[in-house]
């Protein structure tokens, strides 16, 4: 029963950006993790940390993933320095239940192409264009609290075809000033964890404080949280009847 | 957010076996519904009630139903009793948000049939035989507090192939003695509502006092109770950006 | 094995703005069910013939089904003047294996709400703007011969929320120039039989004269052709094995 | 159009129990790849080759697979001999369109869990008992030709939970002696290919001799050939209008 269990977060950057884009060090003062952080530590039933590629281990010992109920993931420049050992460990908990969100340009990282099993590639501009964002699965967890659509002002585009296996459920649909769509919700279960993409959030623009991406990540932790289902046995087995 | 929010069921039982068969009524002595309505009460979240066809208006009322967050509903020997009006006032409210659990024979039931879009068909055998029931989805929240599976020592087998749409989620296949597999546990998305259709459940057989069975059918509840999403509006609309 | 075998295909029409709207008749002089007749037609795999709501019993005999492969549906502002019988006929006959191709307006259609269990209900605007048709699945036979996209000049506009549920697979995503976006193209297999939902194609505009709309619906006959699988025994079943 | 087109297929064998174990040798003289070869070379509109481990780059170079519609996979005790880069090769093919059908334990190969993203176990037993396979999707082009079910006198057992990401869609359920149940017949989009894992086919039983086999991989062939669908174009782009 999930009513009043903690859900442990653990808020995953990059965090170079920050480092060097003064303009992304303005918006985001305490990084894109922090500011993620501090509007999911307002909710009474998580508890919220952080973690960032320069820490050791990139700040994900398996101490922190053992503890660790939802990960959320954004990265984008420094895909490639996250070392395959990290990401072996954050992949064998998700299949073992921990849930994942991976964040806009996290679409390329080394944990999402390796669940997704394919290149996760799509089309993209940065032209500070309009995306509207419609919920074409109303009645989806995700979907709690949101209108029919939302709309962010300036965004980086992102345009189909993106290379990723069909969702298990498709909750987001985007709209582009541009002319392009895009599926920017999408839900997967894969082993005993949950995966969820979401397509917004860039660094130079404030998409992290508008309500209604807040909103969604906050139903997206609560979706993504582990169930304390069977865990499977594997391997050689004797019969249960008699052959 | 879902904590501490509580779920109004109801538990909806053609009741007539009870009344003409004396086994049912020893095995069920307050009936079918009472027996589910008994283990449900057991859970503080939950606020449950019963409903049976030989009420007025099968106890569905409007008011009934739009203060229901989880309709349960069991059939066998009378689908073709229940009222097309009170049908369709189920059906609404499931578009509308209200999940629906459908046990066992329920799959003939009206409103079943109405929601798929198909004849809801397959085998049958009343031969007393074994079922085990494999979860295939470990991480599914309908899976939570079950082993690998369990068994139904005794039972009536339904086999494939089971003419329902593919489900969005598969939970549950089930193994038989006699020989056949059958989709047990089967998720889907229809409106703003979620079904589940779970297939044990005699009447003469006491499966419903089996603790894992109770288990899923608690699961269920708190999966198919309503998010707060948006309502679509639907029909002529202006255009958002000019055109 | 498909190779060389003709598929007998039935476009079926409403035929009523041909009939009352000048426009309609000039554009589509021999009815759009001529206008796709004609294209498809051209198939030296094809055999096609045409039924229209006024014959007798809508066009769609026993006969005429029994000997159908695939089905192409349009209507409009009749749909409650197909009789229910001749709906039935047609619902028997996609679960038993033949195609059904539902165009545009068709979404609305007494038999394309049965077989979908939901309104099927969406927005819409007939303003003439451009819809942009966007292939997301580019390894299925719906989309082949096609580019990434498709424009459509002008169109009426539906929009999401779509009241269906989530396709088996969803072939097409459409961007309208107004902000809207639409699941267009839905794969669904319903029994032995198999069901497309094709957004485009509107009666006061040449839509069907697109080369690209001409090849999705080639496409679609193809894909929703009946196989020769198992016809599934429903009932009550002997053991396999030994109880 | 398919009519008519030759589909090149090459069956992929690590060919190592044909060396070293008497009894498969004597089940498959010319090598299990010999024998798929065999009888897929009967159908007219197939071309066929073979390629083995043991081969210079496994006999998978680019030439080969660029000119190879769909590759058949079979593989048991040395998985971890297939060097990587052939890997990659293949997993390039298969999202640009080739077909790739899994047999048995290839379940386990370093390309099926690169295009699953998931760890692809499953419990096993090898006690020759019996397997009846159920058609659950009738109408899907895979199951052409069959019964409700097949059966396999003797066989490895493969159990649930098998550890794949729920398949787009689910053709056959089998049922085991021993008392388990499997997902054995999977299809998969990823990228603009198609993937079906079968879970048929033992190197100590005749299996591959079967008539349901053999037709079962017939279909699957024909079902994952290439389709002439859009190249999507990634990347950075330019607007589609006028933003």
Chains 1, 2, 3, 4 share one sequence.
């Not at 994942?100 to 501009?125: A, D, P």
Request: charged residues 25%; negative net charge.
């Amino acid at each position: 029963m999930n009513v009043n269990r903690n859900i442990k977060v653990t808020v995953w950057n990059e965090n170079r950006h920050e480092k060097t884009h003064k303009k992304v060090a303005e918006i985001y003062p305490k990084g894109i993790h922090g500011a993620i952080a501090d509007f999911l530590s307002q909710e009474s039933d998580f508890e919220v940390r952080t973690a960032t590629l320069d820490e050791p281990e990139h700040g994900l010992t398996k101490e922190v993933l053992d503890s660790t109920d939802v990960l959320i993931w954004w990265g984008h420049i420094a895909h490639n320095e996250v070392r395959d050992e990290v990401v072996d460990r954050v992949y064998d908990r998700v299949l073992n239940g921990m849930g994942l969100i991976v964040l806009h340009s996290g679409h390329f990282s080394k944990i999402f192409k390796k669940l997704m099993g394919t290149t996760c590639n799509l089309k993209w501009r940065e032209a500070g264009e309009k995306e509207r964002i419609w919920v074409v699965e109303p009645g989806h967890p995700i979907a709690e609290g949101l209108g029919e659509y939302f709309e962010i002002p300036q965004t980086e585009m992102y345009g189909e075809r993106f290379d990723v296996p069909a969702p298990d459920t498709l909750v987001f649909i985007s709209w582009f000033a541009g002319g392009e769509v895009f599926r920017s919700g999408c839900c997967y279960n894969r082993g005993r964890g949950k995966v969820f993409y979401f397509r917004p959030g860039h660094e130079t623009f404030p998409i992290f404080y508008q309500p209604e991406v807040q909103r969604v990540i906050k139903n997206a932790v609560r979706w993504a949280a582990p169930v304390n289902g069977p865990v499977p046995h594997f391997g050689n087995v004797k019969p249960l009847e008699n052959i």
